[in-house]
């Protein structure tokens, strides 16, 4: 079913491609106040001033992509990647936004990670389908590089829930 709306959350290229469910999680990602992330990422100094909103706005693009299902890729740069570290500092907001917004929780796993990886999808390409090409000062490091997957074991991802048989049996780099 295709959602016929004039709202473009999180500037979605297609809204009308997106089913009524995946829009309102996409919405939902959008709208969670992460105010106390912000307010950390500028009190440390995490990210340049001038790139705060635009990597806090880049950070739920990438959410957005995972509450449609997608899983198994890189974080697209180390700007997002601050704001990430920065919101799982705040465990309880962090589940809550990862349960309400996205539809499960997504695990982050650092380069060092000793599970193998298997290529799943290129985050580039994603951003692109779903939001067009990043026209920004973080696209200057943007990445264009295999994609991650903990497992190589092959697992499917529902749109409504994760699957719970591949939660119990992969362990999936979710970003």
């Known amino acids: ?14 809204p009308g491609f997106v089913s009524k469910h995946d829009s309102f999680r ?15 990422i ?13 990597s806090v706005l880049e950070f739920r693009r990438m959410m957005a992509i995972c509450a449609l299902g997608y899983s198994g890729f890189q974080v697209p740069c180390p700007e997002v990647d601050e704001v990430w570290h920065a919101f799982i500092l705040f465990t309880r907001e962090y589940e809550e ?9 997504i695990h982050h796993a650092p380069p060092e990670t000793q599970l193998p990886r298997v290529v799943k999808h290129d985050y580039s390409q994603l951003h692109r389908k779903f939001f067009g ?18 497992s190589s074991i092959a697992c ?16 999936m780099t979710e970003i």
């Open 1 to 14: 079913m295709r959602l016929k709306s004039k709202a473009k959350p999180l500037g979605l290229v297609h």
């Open 26 to 40: 996409i919405l939902a990602v959008e709208k969670y106040d992460m105010s106390i992330v912000t307010s950390r």
């Open 42 to 54: 500028r009190n440390r100094e995490l990210v340049p001033s001038e790139l705060v909103e635009e």
């Open 97 to 105: 936004f990862c349960s309400c917004a996205v539809g499960r929780f």
């Open 133 to 150: 090409s990043p026209v920004t000062d973080l696209q200057r490091s943007f990445v264009e590089a295999p994609p991650i997957c903990q």
């Open 156 to 171: 499917s991802i529902d749109n409504e829930l994760a699957d719970q048989s591949c939660s119990e049996t992969c362990s």
